[in-house]
């Protein structure tokens, strides 16, 4: 029934450096923290829509690689203005296929680039509106 329809909760992501990855989430990619019940340093949380979370977990045990086909994205409404941001925190960006510095334009319109985070996790940031 519809009532008992899923809906996302949250994502968790296991993480090497706490401090790193909330400056990241939060200076970066520009999400709001939320309370979180633990309050053990190990935890944050973001808001990444309406009743959805991002929460971020202390303890993984080192930075390993992550193929692209897995990654979070988000949108905004500017990628150029977001380009801006990655720059000035020194990030490289590339596009779908590898280009360094360079944003895919995908075959319905919609602008998307590719970086990673302090844990090595993908990131897509894309301008499409719905």
Known sequence: ???????????????????????????????????????DGKHTWFSIGIKSHLHLIQGAAAVTEHPKNSHLCFS???VDLFIATLKKNNIEYENWTGEKNT?????????????KDPDGYWVEINDAKE
């Open 1 to 39: 029934s519809a009532a008992n329809k899923p809906v996302l909760n949250h994502i968790a992501i296991y993480v090497v450096d706490l401090k790193k990855s909330t400056f990241f989430y939060q200076q970066v990619i520009g999400l709001d923290t939320i309370p979180e019940p633990f309050h």
């Open 76 to 78: 905004v409404g500017s």
């Open 103 to 115: 944003v895919t334009t995908r075959v319905d319109g919609v602008k998307q680039l590719y970086f």
